[in-house]
Structure formats: structure tokens, C-alpha cells
């Protein structure tokens, strides 16, 4: 078990890997810890000083530009230890009600957003060679009573029909002739005959 913890020390490329092996077998024994600590880490561990530079740039360009740059850390392990608490996140604020499936957007670009829409719309329509016309503005009407502004699902006769269905008076047969010229159809426009001018 220390061999497997020591090799694991010893193979540890960076200064927080290597210090976490080393408080383990700390942990387990004290003084195999004081042992290995007296020792040279450049001797038995394979620790690289990130100080240094992997790379030696010479002139006058290369040394000024990778002088100011930041070194990156890999994550909370590389941080520099400080003798102070860690600085807490914020608390999680759970708002109320469904999240928004999309955010907010301007004016502008809802209006840049419908003029592609009706852009690839008029596209796909010249292609298809089908004009596609709105059916905003026309008025229904109900093929009941064939009274307009009301569809079937509405008609103030269909809750009649279907209580004469109840009773039995509507079957499942066809309906005669003529009991279908007794049902109103939809009112034709009445068009009046054109005046003579001249008398």
C-alpha cells in the first residue's frame, strides 16, 4: 500500500496532485510522510516547475508579446492557497411559474424575424408554383341553417336536430329526396332587375 502511494506522489506532474498524494500517506503514517518530505522533490518526483518556460523565445518581438499574458488555471485544485475563507457563491433563486421557452426580443428583430418568414414563404410558394390566399376576412356560413357569421359546431338548430335524433325520429338511412328540398339551404343574394333609364 505505501509503494502504490509513494509511486503515485512521485509520478504527480503538478505541485496540488503531488501534495494530495502526500497528505494521504500522511494520513496513514506520519513518518514515512517526514521521510519523503526531507528528501529532494527534483530527485525522486516528476514535478515540472510551470514558472519556467517550456520554450525560450529570443528577439527583440517574441519575449515582449508573452510577457503580459495570464497564466490559465485547469480549475479550483490549481488555485492559490490563501489563509482566508473561500468566497461563497450566490444563493439560487428559483423564480416562479414556467420558464420562457425563448427571451425577449426587440421590436426590430420581430419585425427582421416575420420578414423572413414571408420571405421563405413567397419563396416556397414561387417554387411549389401554388399561391397560397389568406382566408382572413371571408365569412362563414353554417351548412345547417345557412346563416352566416356561425359554422355547425354553433347553430342554434343543431341542439333541435340532435334531440329529434334522441328521440328516434333521425335514423341511420338516408334521408328522401324530398325532405332535403324542405331543408333551407343558404340564402341566395337577391338581385334586382335593372331599371330603365329612359322612362
Not at 185 to 198: D, K, M
Request: charged residues 30%; glycine residues 4%.
Amino acid at each position: 500500500m505505501f509503494k502504490d502511494m509513494m509511486w503515485k506522489a512521485a509520478k504527480a506532474t503538478n505541485v496540488p496532485y503531488h501534495e494530495a498524494s502526500m497528505q494521504k500517506i500522511k494520513n496513514v503514517s506520519v513518518d514515512a510522510y517526514d521521510a519523503l518530505a526531507r528528501l529532494d522533490r527534483k530527485k525522486w518526483t516528476r514535478l515540472v516547475d510551470e514558472q519556467k518556460k517550456k520554450m525560450k523565445i529570443k528577439g527583440i518581438v517574441g519575449p515582449n508579446v508573452s510577457k503580459p499574458f495570464l497564466e490559465p488555471l485547469r480549475g479550483p485544485t490549481f488555485w492559490r492557497k490563501i489563509p482566508y475563507p473561500d468566497i461563497l457563491p450566490p444563493e439560487l433563486c428559483v423564480l416562479l411559474g414556467r420558464p420562457k421557452k425563448c427571451r425577449q426580443k426587440d421590436e426590430t428583430e420581430l419585425r427582421e424575424i416575420a420578414e423572413k418568414q414571408a420571405f421563405e414563404r413567397a419563396k416556397k410558394e414561387k417554387a411549389d408554383g401554388v399561391i397560397k390566399v389568406s382566408r382572413k376576412g371571408n365569412v362563414i356560413h353554417c351548412k345547417i341553417c345557412g346563416a352566416p357569421a356561425h359554422n355547425t359546431r354553433t347553430c342554434p338548430l343543431r341542439s333541435d336536430m340532435e334531440r329529434q335524433r334522441q328521440a328516434g325520429q333521425f335514423s341511420s338511412q338516408p334521408t328522401p329526396v324530398s325532405e332535403i328540398d324542405a331543408i333551407p339551404s343558404r340564402p341566395q343574394p337577391q338581385t334586382q332587375p335593372p331599371t330603365n333609364s329612359a322612362t
